[in-house]
């Protein structure tokens, strides 16, 4: 089961008592925001993306949008998201469920800058009923300590 490799992977910054599963769906943002009480910005959703034979993740604040330009010009290549049977096949984990956390093969993990408004973030554990409050540094730092990029739109005024 995936969550179980998230959990795993988690023991080892002392994180893994920290999920929190549900008895309702957090599959969507909109259902995990509702679901934990908070703004849709603080979903941290892991989106994955086609990279030749491979894949790559980006977590982003969950009221961003990925521009395909920004993309295009940060990657060098068209932004093509995964087919839920490849998510499953590359990070070990069902669409809904999709964290940087525990994966089944390493991947290229980004964070977008999108994250950084927020004191914390809630990504999901790798089921479509969990989730975690970490703030972005220790995101980071459970992650490996990735680049930051600035790939996304929508989520300030700026963009």
Not at 4 to 20: N, P, Y
Not at 45 to 55: E, G, I, M, R, V
Not at 72 to 90: H, P
Not at 127 to 144: D, F, M, P, Q, W
Request: aromatic share 8%; charged share 25%.
């Amino acid at each position: 089961m995936a969550i179980d490799s998230v959990r795993t992977h988690l023991k080892q910054w002392d994180k893994d008592k920290d999920i929190m599963e549900f008895e309702t769906s957090s599959a969507t943002v909109e259902l995990a925001a509702n679901r934990l009480g908070v703004e849709p910005g603080r979903i941290a959703k892991t989106l994955s993306f086609k990279q030749n034979d491979s894949a790559l993740l980006i977590v982003t604040a969950g009221d961003a949008r990925t521009d395909n330009q920004k993309f295009k010009t940060q990657f060098g290549f068209k932004a093509k998201m995964l087919s839920q049977d490849e998510v499953l096949k590359f990070t070990g984990h069902a669409v809904g469920g999709v964290c940087p956390f525990g994966l089944k093969q390493d991947l290229p993990i980004y964070l977008d800058i999108s994250l950084k408004r927020f004191k914390t973030v809630f990504p999901a554990c790798g089921s479509s009923n969990s989730a975690i409050e970490l703030t972005y540094e220790e995101l980071a730092k459970i992650i490996g300590t990735p680049q930051w990029i600035d790939i996304c739109k929508g989520w300030n005024e700026r963009n």
